[in-house]
């Protein structure tokens, strides 16, 4: 039966799926960083998120990196036992819990920032710096486009 490209998919040459490969293959190289420290994707991403947005809560954690709420629950969780995070009742709204890095939290984001730091300049360094800065304005112009959706 002849087929045609139409009704092809050729997923060496279909952007969704390299990018989705692209950002496994990503996430795998900088996890060797924060699984030296016992962290796991999503505790990562967490710490990561509340140490660059400080005062957050869970729900906007969810918001900010659209990851699903039972993730994000179950990471806080981890961190809230590893004693890396610090919870506050907000004094705005008092069903809303407020979470920042402990002292200790504070202290392991500041000694793997620098290693992934390293890291990312680690895959970056076959691109020149105008490739660097295409690859992340492109990155963000898809990213917003796919936020604004298609009209």
């Known amino acids: 039966m002849p087929t045609d490209s139409?009704?092809?998919?050729?997923?060496?040459?279909?952007?969704p799926y390299q990018?989705?490969?692209?950002?496994?293959?990503?996430s795998e190289?900088?996890?060797?960083?924060?699984?030296?420290?016992?962290?796991?994707?999503?505790?990562?991403?967490?710490l990561a998120t509340i140490g660059q947005q400080g005062d957050i809560s869970a729900r906007e954690i969810?918001?900010?990196?659209?990851?699903?709420k039972m993730q994000v629950s179950r990471a806080i969780a981890k961190l809230m036992t590893s004693q890396v995070l610090s919870q506050q009742t907000s004094e705005?709204?008092?069903?809303?819990?407020?979470?920042?890095l402990s002292d200790k939290g504070q202290q392991l984001y500041q000694e793997i920032i620098p290693l992934v730091h390293s890291q990312e300049k680690r895959l970056l360094q076959g691109l020149t710096d105008a490739e660097r800065d295409q690859l992340r304005s492109l990155t963000l112009k898809l990213s917003n486009q796919?936020?604004?959706?298609f009209k």
């Not at 139409?6 to 952007?15: E, H, I, M, S, V």
């Not at 969810?62 to 699903?68: E, S």
């Open 6 to 15: 139409a009704t092809q998919l050729d997923l060496k040459l279909f952007f």
């Open 19 to 26: 990018f989705s490969i692209l950002a496994q293959q990503m």
């Open 146 to 149: 796919l936020e604004i959706g």
């Open 62 to 68: 969810c918001q900010f990196t659209r990851f699903d």
């Open 29 to 46: 190289f900088i996890a060797q960083i924060y699984q030296r420290y016992g962290l796991s994707k999503m505790e990562w991403r967490v």
């Open 92 to 100: 705005v709204d008092r069903r809303t819990i407020r979470l920042t």
